[in-house]
């Protein structure tokens, strides 16, 4: 089983920086894209940010200029720096990664983590 760990989110005021961490962990053949995802209470999950299939990145509209993605493939992790941050930045940000689970190629799968609360005070 593809386990995935965040850690990282907190309370900030506003104009203040964050800085997510997730790492996947078990019997991962490959990983084929990773990346952040978010829910504020009452709206939809929404993708902030993330690396996809050939490792180009892909960023929302709302979060250009002040969040970048990285991550450190030896370790199967992935991060969010997040600068200058608003109160409607404020929600459960989610780790999101599709990987091929095991010891040889077999169908990739979305894997999720259990979530970080960020909490952006104005």
């Known amino acids: 089983q593809v386990r995935l760990v965040e850690s990282g989110g907190g309370l900030v005021q506003a104009g203040g920086s964050l800085r997510l961490s997730c790492a996947a962990s078990?019997?991962?053949?490959?990983?084929?894209?990773m990346g952040w995802s978010r829910q504020a209470p009452g709206k939809q999950r929404e993708l902030v940010a993330a690396?996809?299939?050939?490792?180009?990145?892909n960023y929302a509209d709302f979060v250009k200029g002040r969040f970048t993605i990285s991550r450190d493939n030896a370790k199967n992790a992935v991060y969010l720096q997040m600068n200058t941050l608003k109160p409607e930045d404020t929600a459960v940000y989610y780790c999101n990664v599709v990987a091929q689970e095991g010891e040889r190629p077999t169908r990739l799968r979305d894997y999720w983590g259990q979530g970080t609360q960020v909490t952006v005070s104005s």
């Open positions: 690396f996809v299939s050939g490792g180009a990145t």
């Open positions: 078990g019997r991962i053949f490959s990983i084929n894209a």
